[in-house]
């Protein structure tokens, strides 16, 4: 099974709402990551939060990592047609492969 | 920027074809990465090369095999094309010796091969 999953596997907000995308996953890491895939494209990084930090900070996007309870969530503040896509959440456990999870579908209504 | 360039975006081969991925990547990364991605399952590991010539299996490496000749190509290769092969298939490069380097990957903008 997937380290990381999603959650909720698909959401629709309307534009300058809130967007709030969480991931759960299962064994101790060393950073986790989310990215960002366009319809047809590949994924684009975001943002890397590493396990000793628990909130970070980028543009209209904020991450949070609880290593206690093994989960992240990933918040777009008002949010814009733009933002449609899927979202992906990754760890790295410290070897070379980083485990992506099955991804939420953002939809935002213009 | 980093750029990963995967030489075609979309490629329609036959059962049986002996079928070939290119990937380049231009900033000299050390890791290289081959995925697929289907519906509902996420990104699955094919293969991954941490160096030129080194290549070590992902969870699904059957009926497929890589090659990494130079540091900034890497190549995936089905042997002989199947139809559970259709996909969208993507590659990824990530600087760092280890996996320890706390770097993310870099994709490009993928393959959708058919096989018909």
């Known amino acids: 099974s997937q380290q990381g999953e999603e959650d909720p596997q698909a959401l629709s907000i309307q534009e300058g709402e809130n967007a709030t995308m969480n991931c759960s996953y299962k064994?101790?890491?060393?950073?986790l990551q989310w990215y960002r895939q366009n319809s047809g494209r590949g994924l684009v990084h975001l943002i890397l939060?590493?396990?000793?930090?628990r909130e970070k900070h980028s543009g209209r996007l904020r991450v949070t990592l609880d290593t206690s309870k093994k989960s992240s969530s990933l918040l777009i503040t008002a949010s814009r047609a733009a933002d449609t896509a899927s979202y992906f959440c990754?760890?790295?456990?410290?070897?070379?492969?980083?485990?992506f999870g099955a991804g939420t579908r953002l939809f935002v209504k213009a | 920027d980093v750029k990963v360039t995967q030489s075609s975006r979309y490629l329609v081969k036959r059962t049986g074809e002996k079928v070939f991925l290119e990937c380049v990547q231009d900033?000299?990364?050390?890791?290289m990465f081959w995925y697929r991605q289907d519906p509902g399952l996420g990104l699955r590991l094919i293969y991954f090369?941490?160096?030129?010539?080194?290549?070590e299996k992902g969870d699904i490496p059957e009926g497929y095999s890589v090659s990494r000749e130079k540091k900034e190509r890497f190549s995936l290769i089905l042997e002989s094309a199947s139809t559970n092969q259709t996909s969208m298939y993507l590659c990824?490069?990530?600087?760092?010796?280890?996996?320890?380097?706390?770097?993310?990957?870099?994709f490009g903008d993928g393959t959708r091969l058919s096989i018909l």
């Open positions: 064994t101790s890491i060393n950073n």
């Open positions: 990824a490069s990530r600087a760092g010796l280890t996996g320890l380097s706390n770097q993310p990957q870099h």
């Open positions: 990754a760890t790295d456990a410290g070897g070379f492969k980083t485990i």
């Open positions: 090369s941490y160096d030129v010539k080194m290549k």
């Open positions: 939060i590493r396990s000793n930090e």
């Open positions: 900033m000299d990364h050390e890791n």
